[in-house]
């Protein structure tokens, strides 16, 4: 059983910074991938930001290249983004996924879900 909890959402003002975190929860899952997506009201689920767990590899959407930056943390399960230079366009339900065998860029590609976390944008 697998279990994703988001955290770090918030209120900001452009050009600000937020830090969410995701942790797993399962004795005996070991992700292959884990990635963020993100969906504002009325859009459809986009894809924000993965990392390949074993070795780290990266992968990311063009808009949050340079503003964005992944990581993770093995002992504690976790993956994080780090949320620089915030824009308004950047609001939206942040979800974080984990995969047990892709790395991929779609929400097919991943087996799991968090519940979502808040972030908001203002200019």
């Known amino acids: 059983q697998v279990q994703l909890v988001e955290s770090g959402g918030g209120l900001v003002q452009a050009g600000g910074s937020l830090r969410l975190s995701c942790a797993a929860s399962?004795?005996?899952?070991?992700?292959?991938?884990m990635a963020w997506f993100r969906q504002a009201p009325g859009k459809a689920r986009e894809f924000v930001m993965s990392i390949k767990w074993s070795g780290g590899y990266t992968s990311y959407r063009d808009s949050v290249k340079g503003r964005f930056t992944i990581s993770r943390d093995n002992a504690k399960k976790t993956v994080y983004l780090q949320m620089n230079s915030l824009k308004p366009e950047d609001t939206a339900l942040y979800y974080c996924a984990a995969s047990e065998g892709r790395w991929g860029t779609t929400w097919t590609d991943y087996d799991y879900w968090g519940q979502g976390t808040q972030v908001t944008v203002s200019s």
């Open positions: 399962g004795r005996t899952f070991s992700p292959y991938a």
